[in-house]
């Protein structure tokens, strides 16, 4: 296993948003409502940044994720269109993740559709029988992402904070 893939999705799935909540509430930033901080950068980060970099990839190297994520062997160009075309869907949302710093409205509707995603593409994987550990890590990080985002949006919506 690459050991670049790893730090690359625990770093933005998990470091960095932990580190930017931190550092936002320690400085006294914007709100002291830390699960407004919570989800701003997990949506920054791991829907934005992450989503965004896997669909560079995706669009650019299908055959990186159809290899060795998904453990596709075929040569099949219909395979490495789907992956392809995958990439464009992150490509979005990945952008409106990233701009939700610019538009702090889009914060929530980002975290319905990037956190969906995650949380459905993590749950497609766990009956996938003979993951390799890129794809367990994928699934388990999508997973935790998914839950995040689920307490926060639940939380914005019961509250009306934001």
């Known amino acids: 296993m690459s050991t670049m893939y790893l730090v690359m999705i625990l770093g933005l799935m998990i470091v960095a948003p932990l580190v930017s909540i931190v550092s936002e509430y320690s400085a006294g930033g914007g709100t002291n409502d830390l699960l407004l901080l919570v989800g701003k950068w997990f ?19 299908p055959e990186f994720t159809a290899g060795n994520i998904l453990g596709s062997k075929s040569a099949d160009r219909s395979v490495l269109q789907i992956v392809q075309e995958l990439g464009f869907a992150n490509l979005g949302f990945g952008v409106i993740g990233i701009l939700s ?14 956190g969906l995603f995650l949380g459905l593409a993590g749950i497609r994987h766990i009956g996938k ?34």
């Open 129 to 162: 029988a003979g993951k390799n550990t890129k794809e367990w890590i994928a699934t388990l990080t999508d997973l935790l992402v998914f839950v995040v985002l689920a307490v926060f949006v639940v939380y914005v919506w019961t509250t009306g904070a934001a």
């Open 101 to 114: 710093l610019v538009f702090p409205t889009w914060i929530v509707p980002a975290a319905v559709a990037g």
């Open 43 to 61: 949506v920054f980060w791991a829907v934005g940044i992450r989503l965004f970099t896997a669909g560079l990839s995706q669009s650019f190297r």
